[in-house]
């Protein structure tokens, strides 16, 4: 099974077994972190059933607008269940590592709990820098460090074992390979942050 298989046959339950109550309270502690400013265009990549878009539009105010996108079809479909009703926001299938977006479009760029999940990291990065606006920047996030997020992958299915984040030095390069810089990453338990700005 390909890792889309996978996020496609976990979809259907994917909110009930980690969208809880312990999530929604860290994600409004963390996106006011993002700094994100009312009327910005922001990007979120593996949206999966969308649990960062109400903080998102929140953020972004009505003036402001959210793409989600997901290359899983399911994911897609149960995010739609949930938010289509929302005036300033698209939903809609996207490879982040296959598909090239507008060029200078987006304020911000959202990556929450998908970062790992991409094969070609180097070619991601480049291409969410490609369609940040010049002074736009990159949030990658997780509601774990990067050592309980590969403890947490082993643990929840193979399909998924080998995913993890670069280590803090190699991360920095990669971004920096991309046209990123003034890069910040915090590690610690519950919690990993890492913001990098286009240069
Ligand atoms: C661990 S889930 C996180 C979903 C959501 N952000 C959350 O925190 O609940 C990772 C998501 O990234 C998506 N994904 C993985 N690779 C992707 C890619 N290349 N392009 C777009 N989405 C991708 C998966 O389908 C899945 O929905």
């Known amino acids: 099974m390909s890792a889309k298989e996978y996020f496609n046959n976990a979809a259907s339950v994917w909110d009930e077994?980690?969208?809880?109550?312990?999530?929604?309270?860290?994600?409004?502690?963390?996106?006011?972190?993002?700094?994100?400013?009312?009327?910005?265009?922001?990007?979120?990549?593996?949206?999966?059933?969308?649990?960062?878009?109400?903080?998102?539009?929140?953020?972004?105010?009505?003036?402001?607008?959210?793409?989600?996108?997901?290359?899983?079809?399911?994911?897609?479909?149960?995010?739609?269940?949930?938010?289509?009703?929302?005036?300033?926001?698209?939903?809609k299938v996207g490879n982040i590592q296959e598909d090239t977006f507008p060029a200078q479009t987006f304020d911000v760029v959202t990556c929450f709990g998908v970062f790992p999940h991409l094969e070609n990291k180097q070619k991601v990065l480049q291409n969410i820098n490609s369609t940040l606006k010049p002074s736009g920047k990159l949030i990658i996030a997780h509601a774990?460090?990067?050592?309980?997020?590969?403890?947490?992958?082993?643990?929840?299915?193979?399909?998924?074992?080998?995913?993890?984040?670069?280590?803090?030095a190699e991360m920095t390069k990669l971004l920096e390979q991309a046209g990123f810089s003034t890069i910040s990453i915090k590690d610690e338990p519950g919690f990993y942050l890492c913001i990098a700005h286009k240069t």
Do not use: R, W
Request: aromatic share 6%.
């Open 17 to 91: 077994k980690f969208h809880t109550p312990k999530l929604c309270s860290f994600l409004e502690k963390l996106v006011p972190q993002f700094g994100i400013e009312t009327g910005q265009n922001v990007l979120d990549v593996g949206t999966g059933t969308g649990v960062l878009i109400p903080y998102l539009i929140k953020a972004v105010g009505p003036n402001g607008s959210v793409i989600a996108i997901d290359y899983s079809e399911k994911m897609v479909q149960q995010c739609k269940a949930k938010y289509s009703h929302i005036k300033n926001l698209t939903i």
């Open 144 to 168: 774990l460090s990067s050592e309980e997020l590969k403890v947490h992958h082993k643990t929840v299915s193979h399909h998924v074992a080998h995913a993890m984040l670069p280590k803090n």
